[in-house]
């Protein structure tokens, strides 16, 4: 899988996500340099090759004469985000995306699920974009390091973690109960619904309780992706201060 662009592929490598890195003859020597630098830190080796290679191989001129290979994504097993959760002594936090179909968004949320702590991200069979160079761009490497998993119906597989004990939680503008407001310190799953549409009915009914993330501006919502970030941080907090007085007693 090859993804392009100076900043993408830099992110990838600090990610620890690329294989290989590819620079087009005639670039600029500072930019040589820089990948030169990053691809001897991270221990990839450097290609260079002649630009119209890459044009043809990435179907695009608007690489900046830089690319780099990644593994190919794939579905993880279903336990996969219980097991990372173990292996962490954390408990369980995913996100689960209703009908969040562009490529972008989906890799977005990725890298802030991946970023803010959770385990997993679950999309569903019919409803969601492939796993594609453009979601491993948009995701920065941080889909090589966190459990994509992918459901046939995301209303069953909601039940099937309430029956587990997790909660489920899901995201909208109208909710009246804010973020802040909840007790995340639970095993849990954070639903994200699409923009414009939000969650299907039969997604919303499984929830446990819909959140909102209190705004103050005037703009009445945030894209899937800000309010994935932003409700993934009010979790890691609430988290944070449910330990914080067991910590403390410790101390004494």
């Not at 689960?96 to 970023?115: F, K, M, S």
């Not at 594609?132 to 920065?140: E, L, Q, R, Y």
Request: aromatic share 4%.
């Amino acid at each position: 899988m090859l993804i392009y662009g100076r900043h993408a592929v830099a992110e990838a490598l600090a990610a620890g996500a690329a294989l290989r890195v590819f620079v087009a003859r005639g670039v600029r020597g500072a930019t040589l340099a820089e990948f030169d630098r990053l691809t001897r830190s991270a221990g990839v080796p450097l290609e260079l090759v002649p630009r119209i290679e890459l044009d043809r191989s990435l179907k695009t001129t608007a690489h900046q004469g830089v690319a780099a290979e990644l593994p190919e994504l794939r579905y993880a097993e279903p336990d996969a985000p219980f097991a990372l959760a173990e292996a962490r002594g954390e408990r369980p936090l995913l996100v689960a995306l209703d009908q969040v179909t562009d490529p972008r968004n989906y890799g977005a949320i990725i890298r802030c699920a991946e970023a803010l702590g959770a385990h997993g991200v679950v999309t569903e069979t019919r409803r969601s974009p492939p796993l594609s160079a453009t979601v491993a761009k948009a995701a920065a490497g941080a889909a090589s390091h966190l459990p994509l998993l992918q459901v046939t119906n995301v209303p069953r597989y909601l039940s099937e973690l309430k029956e587990r004990g997790v909660w489920v939680y899901g995201s909208a503008a109208e909710a009246e109960l804010a973020s802040h407001e909840v007790d995340w310190d639970r095993d849990l799953v954070l639903v994200i619904g699409a923009e414009g549409r939000g969650m299907r009915r039969l997604v919303r009914e499984t929830c446990d309780e819909v959140v909102r993330v209190p705004l103050r501006g005037r703009i009445g919502s945030l894209n899937a992706a800000a309010a994935t970030a932003v409700l993934l941080h009010d979790i890691g907090l609430g988290r944070d201060g449910a330990r914080a007085p067991a910590a403390r007693n410790a101390q004494r």
